[in-house]
Nanobody
Framework: QVQVTESGGGLVQTGGSLVLSCAATISDSGFRLNFMAWNRQLPGKARELVALIRSDGSTSYADFVKGRFTISTDSTKNIVDLQINDAQPEDTAVYYC???????????????WGQGTQVTVSS
């Protein structure tokens, strides 16, 4: 019913840039999109939110982003990108995309996650 696929991870040098892309395929037409988000999990740490973009286009960022990351979407295609600029070694992590869905008239929300994509920033 819902597939979430990330791409764009890899190795980047400190100060470099890369773009992560996430595509959500939603075959159930009864779903409505709440938001799409990027999260990350550093080695030995809990997963944390990086940025999200809501269906109305508004965005939220984690404090540690410090203006270096930008989330954007092509809502017509359920695609969300994360532009990472001035990458730092502490950004090394597995980055996960998640999609939050709902059905009109219902309060329950459905969360779907991708498999993750590795980002490694070399010093």
């Amino acid at each position: 019913q819902v597939q979430v696929t990330e791409s764009g991870g890899g190795l980047v040098q400190t100060g470099g840039s890369l773009v992560l892309s996430c595509a959500a395929t939603i075959s159930d037409s009864g779903f409505r999109l709440n938001f799409m988000a990027w999260n990350r999990q550093l080695p030995g740490k809990a997963r944390e939110l990086v940025a999200l973009i809501r269906s109305d286009g508004s965005t939220s960022y984690a404090d540690f982003v410090k203006g270096r990351f930008t989330i954007s979407t092509d809502s017509t295609k359920n695609i969300v990108d994360l532009q990472i600029n001035d990458a730092q070694p502490e950004d090394t992590a597995v980055y996960y995309c998640n999609v939050d869905l709902k059905r009109p008239g219902h309060s329950f929300k459905y969360a779907y996650w991708g498999q993750g994509t590795q980002v490694t920033v070399s010093s």
